[in-house]
């Protein structure tokens, strides 16, 4: 139980400044012009690098060590274009109904409910 709730405050941790750096980046791209729908797939794509290595190298680390690998960095980007897929279909839906302003503060939302499914795919799949 207490590994579980440290992964969870470092997940917690480590997905926080990746999320600060994703949401960052889809405002960024979506102000200079970029169409949200790819703003919102290169925006994840700067957000997941810097959550794999923050993941792997601390919220599941071992007695072992880091839990980076291409192994996993498989796994993980199977789990990026699964969420990437739900992630932007949610944001353009709310572009498309209210506005690319209102897709800017849904964000941090749309991917805070989708944290909390891929903590577990984390935990038990991709840095078993």
């Known amino acids: 139980m207490r590994t579980l709730v440290r992964q969870g405050m470092a997940y917690g ?3 926080g400044l990746a999320l600060l750096f994703d949401w960052a980046a889809f405002v960024g791209f979506s102000w200079l012009g970029m169409a949200a729908v790819l703003a919102n797939v290169l925006a994840r794509s700067c957000g997941a ?5 923050l993941n792997g190298v601390f919220t599941f ?6 839990r980076i690998g291409w192994g996993r960095f498989g796994r993980y980007a199977v789990t990026w274009c699964v969420m ?3 992630s932007t279909t949610a944001l353009h839906a709310i572009e498309l109904a209210a506005g690319l302003q209102w897709a800017w503060l849904a964000k941090p939302l749309v991917e805070a409910m989708l944290a909390v499914v891929t903590f577990g795919i984390y935990r038990y799949w991709i840095y078993k």
């Open 13 to 15: 941790l480590a997905g």
């Open 84 to 86: 990437t897929l739900l």
């Open 49 to 53: 690098l810097l959550a794999y290595l």
């Open 61 to 66: 680390r071992d007695a072992e060590g880091s």
